[in-house]
């Protein structure tokens, strides 16, 4: 568990949650309060006792079960105390925790199917509770986006903000969306890795030297974009139900909050746009791994027409001079030219010229050209 406490340009981090429990919120700032999930389901009466000091009131009981529950799709809920986003990600890691030792990733994890760089997709849900200067959120086991955000959040703090090219978040929807936009991000890299497998793929598909025999593993390429659009459009309905809410709060009391209220709603509709994004390259990748099978058979169809008329023009050709073999193969005394010394030059001469003619007959008709490729 990494608890930090923002106010004004610094941050300060701890990990004793009694502690903050017993000595409150300070006057000015906020509170983050990150744990994994196993340590969330553990030390879930310590968290609620710590929620009641800080902020009087503790989380229901339905959603308590929403942040454990680790096949929850993206969905947005709320109270009149507090909200709840639970967003599934999209990143590289998956280490699932041990249940003696809450918080420590085990060192081997269960191996799935699938193409290697999809094996690596992570999908696990991250649960925010933001309340009005506390933020609770539950990471999956060896979290890299949270680690990754608390570092630049320190490195922020401890720097001066032009240096540093980041402001520290003005309170706990603010650094909500932060988190949430660092997970979107975070499927670019994984974007060009899966494009890059795709292009390989499409390659050899169309590659007449090859022989393409990676099925399974583009099927399973093919099940998994679709499960990464559904998860996609799970997130974009739940950050629109999220704007939709922030429509509804009560009208700031001081320019400085309106300040404030109309950035979080500039910052929520950056991240549906980038969520859309998203949304539309993986559809256009799940599109192209279709089209590349659908053009795989049709230049299948297409050699193989090329082959059947390069067998029917040679059949064409040696039909003639089959007669030809078979009418002085007949058990006949009378045939022209059997008896004559030049008959048989004249048999060889009659069926090449009529093999050459035939040739070049189906030559200008194209019968025998090469399909460009």
């Known amino acids: 568990m990494r608890i930090f406490h923002i106010q004004g340009g610094t941050v300060l981090e701890s990990a004793d949650l009694a502690a903050l429990a017993s000595v409150g919120l300070p006057a000015q700032g906020y509170v983050w309060v990150a744990c994994a999930r196993r340590e969330f389901e553990v030390q ?10 800080l902020c009087s009131l503790q989380l229901v009981d339905l959603h308590i079960s929403d942040l454990l ?13 507090y909200d709840v986003l639970v967003f599934r990600r999209l990143a590289a890691g998956n280490r699932p925790t041990d249940f003696e030792n809450p918080g420590v990733p085990l060192t081997t994890a269960p191996t799935r199917g699938g193409p290697p760089i999809l094996r690596r997709i992570d999908t696990s849900p991250v649960g925010f509770a933001v309340f009005d200067r506390v933020l609770l959120t539950v990471h999956p086991t060896d979290c890299a986006v ?28 603010d650094m909500m969306l932060r988190i949430v936009n660092q997970m979107v991000d975070g499927f670019l890299e994984l974007r060009r890795e899966l494009t890059h497998q795709l292009d390989h793929w499409q390659s050899e598909l169309l590659n007449p030297r090859t022989r393409f025999n990676n099925w399974g593993a583009l099927l399973d390429a093919r099940l998994s974009l679709h ?3 559904e998860i996609c459009e799970d997130q974009r309905a739940a950050l629109q139900d999220w704007i939709e809410a922030i429509k509804t709060w009560p009208d700031a009391d001081t320019p400085t909050e309106q300040r404030e209220r109309d950035l979080l709603h500039v910052r929520s509709r950056d991240v549906l746009e980038h969520i859309e994004r998203v949304v539309h390259h993986v559809r256009r990748m799940e599109q192209s791994a279709e089209t590349a099978v659908q053009m795989h ?15 029917t023009v040679l059949t064409a050709i040696f039909l003639p001079l089959n007669l030809i073999t078979g009418f002085f193969g007949m058990n006949f005394d009378a045939l022209p030219l059997i008896h004559q010394q030049t008959g048989l030059l004249w048999a060889i001469g009659t069926m090449v010229t009529i093999a050459l003619v035939l040739v070049t007959v189906f030559w200008r008709k194209r019968y025998l050209a090469r399909t460009p490729r």
């Open 297 to 311: 058979f049709s230049v299948q169809g297409s050699r193989t027409n090329d082959i059947m008329r390069t067998l």
């Open 69 to 81: 529950n680790n096949q929850l799709p993206s969905h947005y809920d709320y109270t009149s105390q």
């Open 146 to 173: 949270r680690d990754a955000y608390a570092t630049k959040l320190l490195q922020a703090a401890h720097a001066d903000s032009r240096t540093a090219g980041v402001r520290l978040p003005s309170g706990p929807a």
């Open 44 to 53: 879930q009466s310590q968290i609620q006792s710590a929620l009641q000091a």
């Open 227 to 229: 499960h990464l659009d």
